[in-house]
Protein backbone atom coordinates (compact mmCIF):
# COMPACT_ATOMS: atom_id res chain seq x y z
CA UNK A 1 0.00 0.00 0.00
CA UNK A 2 1.00 3.26 -1.19
CA UNK A 3 2.33 5.45 1.87
CA UNK A 4 0.04 8.86 2.40
CA UNK A 5 2.53 11.98 2.83
CA UNK A 6 1.01 14.50 5.47
CA UNK A 7 2.71 17.52 3.58
CA UNK A 8 0.83 16.49 0.45
CA UNK A 9 -2.65 16.06 2.37
CA UNK A 10 -2.15 19.30 4.10
CA UNK A 11 -1.68 21.19 0.64
CA UNK A 12 -4.61 19.84 -0.44
CA UNK A 13 -6.73 21.17 2.34
CA UNK A 14 -4.32 24.65 1.77
CA UNK A 15 -5.77 24.67 -1.68
CA UNK A 16 -9.12 23.78 -0.95
CA UNK A 17 -9.26 26.24 1.40
CA UNK A 18 -8.21 29.04 -0.91
CA UNK A 19 -10.79 27.77 -3.35
CA UNK A 20 -13.63 27.90 -1.22
CA UNK A 21 -13.12 31.09 -0.18
CA UNK A 22 -12.41 32.54 -3.12
CA UNK A 23 -15.03 30.96 -5.57
CA UNK A 24 -17.27 29.24 -2.57
CA UNK A 25 -17.59 25.50 -1.86
CA UNK A 26 -19.74 24.25 -4.43
CA UNK A 27 -18.52 26.40 -7.50
CA UNK A 28 -14.99 24.86 -6.89
CA UNK A 29 -14.63 21.49 -8.73
CA UNK A 30 -12.12 18.52 -7.42
CA UNK A 31 -10.27 19.19 -10.76
CA UNK A 32 -9.81 22.93 -10.45
CA UNK A 33 -7.89 21.83 -6.71
CA UNK A 34 -6.24 18.99 -8.57
CA UNK A 35 -4.97 21.59 -11.77
CA UNK A 36 -4.14 24.22 -8.81
CA UNK A 37 -1.39 21.22 -7.45
CA UNK A 38 -0.97 19.87 -10.64
CA UNK A 39 -1.88 15.90 -8.80
CA UNK A 40 -3.52 13.48 -10.94
CA UNK A 41 -7.13 12.54 -10.02
CA UNK A 42 -5.35 9.10 -8.48
CA UNK A 43 -3.40 11.60 -6.04
CA UNK A 44 -6.54 13.35 -4.97
CA UNK A 45 -8.62 9.95 -3.84
CA UNK A 46 -5.87 8.58 -1.99
CA UNK A 47 -6.20 11.38 0.17
CA UNK A 48 -9.99 11.93 0.09
CA UNK A 49 -12.79 9.61 -0.69
CA UNK A 50 -15.09 12.28 -2.20
CA UNK A 51 -15.27 16.03 -2.14
CA UNK A 52 -17.63 16.07 0.99
CA UNK A 53 -14.56 14.28 2.88
CA UNK A 54 -12.26 16.92 1.66
CA UNK A 55 -14.76 19.31 3.33
CA UNK A 56 -14.47 17.39 6.38
CA UNK A 57 -10.95 18.06 7.00
CA UNK A 58 -11.23 21.81 6.12
CA UNK A 59 -13.84 22.61 8.85
CA UNK A 60 -11.52 20.43 10.86
CA UNK A 61 -8.77 22.93 9.76
CA UNK A 62 -10.72 25.97 10.16
CA UNK A 63 -12.06 25.30 13.60
CA UNK A 64 -8.67 24.96 15.04
CA UNK A 65 -7.92 28.12 13.70
CA UNK A 66 -10.09 30.10 14.56
CA UNK A 67 -9.24 29.46 17.68
CA UNK A 68 -5.58 29.74 16.80
CA UNK A 69 -5.80 33.77 18.18
CA UNK A 70 -7.87 32.90 21.03
CA UNK A 71 -5.78 30.60 22.33
CA UNK A 72 -2.39 32.84 21.77
CA UNK A 73 -4.29 35.69 23.39
CA UNK A 74 -4.91 33.27 26.61
CA UNK A 75 -1.05 32.60 26.53
CA UNK A 76 -0.18 36.01 27.24
CA UNK A 77 1.51 36.71 30.06
CA UNK A 78 -0.03 39.16 33.17
CA UNK A 79 -3.25 39.36 31.61
CA UNK A 80 -5.95 38.70 34.52
CA UNK A 81 -9.23 36.68 34.59
CA UNK A 82 -11.22 39.25 32.71
CA UNK A 83 -8.64 40.08 30.21
CA UNK A 84 -8.54 36.59 29.95
CA UNK A 85 -12.38 36.02 29.48
CA UNK A 86 -12.54 38.99 27.14
CA UNK A 87 -9.47 37.28 24.64
CA UNK A 88 -11.33 34.15 24.53
CA UNK A 89 -14.46 35.53 23.23
CA UNK A 90 -12.86 38.11 20.89
CA UNK A 91 -9.04 36.25 20.36
CA UNK A 92 -10.96 34.47 17.42
CA UNK A 93 -12.82 37.57 15.53
CA UNK A 94 -10.04 38.94 12.53
CA UNK A 95 -9.62 35.10 11.06
CA UNK A 96 -13.28 34.41 11.60
CA UNK A 97 -13.94 38.14 9.59
CA UNK A 98 -11.27 37.40 7.01
CA UNK A 99 -12.44 34.39 6.07
CA UNK A 100 -16.29 35.24 6.41
CA UNK A 101 -17.31 33.98 3.20
CA UNK A 102 -16.31 30.42 3.64
CA UNK A 103 -17.57 30.46 6.76
CA UNK A 104 -21.08 31.24 5.94
CA UNK A 105 -21.39 29.02 2.80
CA UNK A 106 -19.95 26.02 4.92
CA UNK A 107 -22.94 26.79 7.91
CA UNK A 108 -25.48 27.03 4.79
CA UNK A 109 -23.95 23.24 3.76
CA UNK A 110 -24.32 21.56 7.25
CA UNK A 111 -27.59 23.36 7.99
CA UNK A 112 -29.16 20.85 4.98
CA UNK A 113 -30.74 18.25 6.25
CA UNK A 114 -29.06 16.18 3.75
CA UNK A 115 -25.75 16.93 5.87
CA UNK A 116 -26.58 16.18 9.09
CA UNK A 117 -24.35 13.83 10.10
CA UNK A 118 -21.25 16.19 8.65
CA UNK A 119 -23.06 18.56 11.13
CA UNK A 120 -23.27 16.75 14.05
CA UNK A 121 -18.98 15.81 13.32
CA UNK A 122 -18.54 19.36 12.89
CA UNK A 123 -20.29 20.62 16.28
CA UNK A 124 -18.78 17.70 17.90
CA UNK A 125 -14.93 18.71 17.06
CA UNK A 126 -15.83 21.81 18.04
CA UNK A 127 -16.92 21.31 21.42
CA UNK A 128 -13.82 18.76 21.54
CA UNK A 129 -11.24 21.50 20.60
CA UNK A 130 -12.98 24.19 23.24
CA UNK A 131 -14.76 23.19 25.75
CA UNK A 132 -11.78 22.51 27.95
CA UNK A 133 -10.78 25.90 27.46
CA UNK A 134 -13.92 27.77 27.73
CA UNK A 135 -14.18 25.74 31.10
CA UNK A 136 -11.03 26.86 32.53
CA UNK A 137 -11.92 30.47 31.27
CA UNK A 138 -15.38 30.56 32.72
CA UNK A 139 -14.29 28.80 35.91
CA UNK A 140 -11.28 32.06 36.24
CA UNK A 141 -13.60 34.70 36.04
CA UNK A 142 -16.29 32.87 38.19
CA UNK A 143 -13.59 32.66 41.36
CA UNK A 144 -12.86 36.10 40.52
CA UNK A 145 -16.22 37.03 41.00
CA UNK A 146 -16.39 38.56 37.21
CA UNK A 147 -19.00 36.47 35.89
CA UNK A 148 -22.15 35.39 37.94
CA UNK A 149 -22.66 31.16 36.88
CA UNK A 150 -23.72 28.29 38.96
CA UNK A 151 -21.83 25.62 37.06
CA UNK A 152 -18.54 26.84 34.21
CA UNK A 153 -19.32 23.35 32.87
CA UNK A 154 -22.98 23.19 32.18
CA UNK A 155 -22.53 27.02 31.00
CA UNK A 156 -19.57 25.88 28.65
CA UNK A 157 -22.09 23.37 27.22
CA UNK A 158 -25.24 26.17 26.75
CA UNK A 159 -22.73 28.82 25.62
CA UNK A 160 -21.70 26.67 22.85
CA UNK A 161 -25.26 25.60 21.39
CA UNK A 162 -25.57 29.07 21.49
CA UNK A 163 -22.88 29.65 19.46
CA UNK A 164 -23.82 26.95 17.18
CA UNK A 165 -27.49 28.09 16.69
CA UNK A 166 -26.29 31.71 16.12
CA UNK A 167 -24.31 30.49 13.53
CA UNK A 168 -27.56 29.31 11.24
CA UNK A 169 -29.47 32.36 12.33
CA UNK A 170 -26.94 34.83 11.05
CA UNK A 171 -26.99 32.75 7.59
CA UNK A 172 -30.65 32.57 7.35
CA UNK A 173 -30.69 36.40 8.28
CA UNK A 174 -28.08 36.70 5.44
CA UNK A 175 -30.06 34.54 2.80
CA UNK A 176 -33.19 37.14 4.06
CA UNK A 177 -31.71 40.42 3.50
CA UNK A 178 -30.36 39.09 0.19
CA UNK A 179 -34.02 38.63 -1.12
CA UNK A 180 -35.28 42.08 0.32
CA UNK A 181 -32.50 44.14 -1.91
CA UNK A 182 -31.06 46.09 0.02
CA UNK A 183 -27.46 48.01 -0.27
CA UNK A 184 -24.48 46.73 0.91
CA UNK A 185 -24.01 49.11 3.95
CA UNK A 186 -28.07 48.65 5.03
CA UNK A 187 -27.03 44.38 5.10
CA UNK A 188 -23.30 45.33 7.11
CA UNK A 189 -25.72 47.69 9.68
CA UNK A 190 -27.88 45.00 9.78
CA UNK A 191 -25.59 42.32 10.19
CA UNK A 192 -23.49 44.43 12.68
CA UNK A 193 -26.17 45.08 14.91
CA UNK A 194 -27.51 41.58 15.36
CA UNK A 195 -23.79 40.47 16.08
CA UNK A 196 -23.36 43.10 18.66
CA UNK A 197 -26.79 42.57 20.29
CA UNK A 198 -25.82 38.62 20.61
CA UNK A 199 -22.72 39.89 22.99
CA UNK A 200 -25.13 42.02 24.72
CA UNK A 201 -26.99 38.48 25.12
CA UNK A 202 -23.81 36.82 26.04
CA UNK A 203 -23.04 39.04 28.81
CA UNK A 204 -26.30 38.57 29.97
CA UNK A 205 -26.36 34.70 30.15
CA UNK A 206 -23.19 35.07 32.43
CA UNK A 207 -23.75 38.01 34.69
CA UNK A 208 -21.09 39.84 32.90
CA UNK A 209 -21.15 43.67 33.23
CA UNK A 210 -22.61 45.48 29.95
CA UNK A 211 -19.94 45.77 27.10
CA UNK A 212 -17.46 44.03 28.24
CA UNK A 213 -16.65 42.25 25.50
CA UNK A 214 -15.49 45.05 22.77
CA UNK A 215 -17.79 45.03 19.45
CA UNK A 216 -17.32 44.98 16.10
CA UNK A 217 -15.60 47.78 14.78
CA UNK A 218 -15.25 50.01 11.84
CA UNK A 219 -12.37 47.85 10.19
CA UNK A 220 -14.68 45.03 11.13
CA UNK A 221 -17.16 47.00 9.34
CA UNK A 222 -15.06 46.79 6.12
CA UNK A 223 -14.19 43.40 6.33
CA UNK A 224 -17.80 42.52 6.10
CA UNK A 225 -18.73 44.74 3.49
CA UNK A 226 -16.52 43.19 1.03
CA UNK A 227 -17.77 39.55 1.61
CA UNK A 228 -21.54 40.89 1.45
CA UNK A 229 -20.77 42.56 -2.26
CA UNK A 230 -19.89 39.15 -3.27
CA UNK A 231 -23.06 37.34 -1.53
CA UNK A 232 -25.42 39.71 -2.94
CA UNK A 233 -23.55 39.41 -6.00
CA UNK A 234 -23.97 35.45 -6.53
Known sequence: MT???????????ETAIHLFTEKGYS?????EIRR?????????????GSKQD?????????TRRSLEDAMEALSTPGLNPKERLVAFFTGGRQWRMKHMKLLVETVGLLYRPKNALL???AFNRNVELTRPM??????????DGIISIEDPEVTAELLQYFFTSMSIYFFKTFNALKSRNLSVDEVAQDLMKRINISLTLIENMIGLEPRT????SDADA?????????????
Open 3 to 13: RKDPNRKEKII
Open 54 to 62: LLDSVIDVI
Open 213 to 216: IPRL
Open 119 to 121: FMK
Open 222 to 234: QIMKRWITEGLDA
Open 27 to 31: ATTID
Open 36 to 48: ELGISKGAFYHYF
Open 134 to 143: MIKVLREAMK
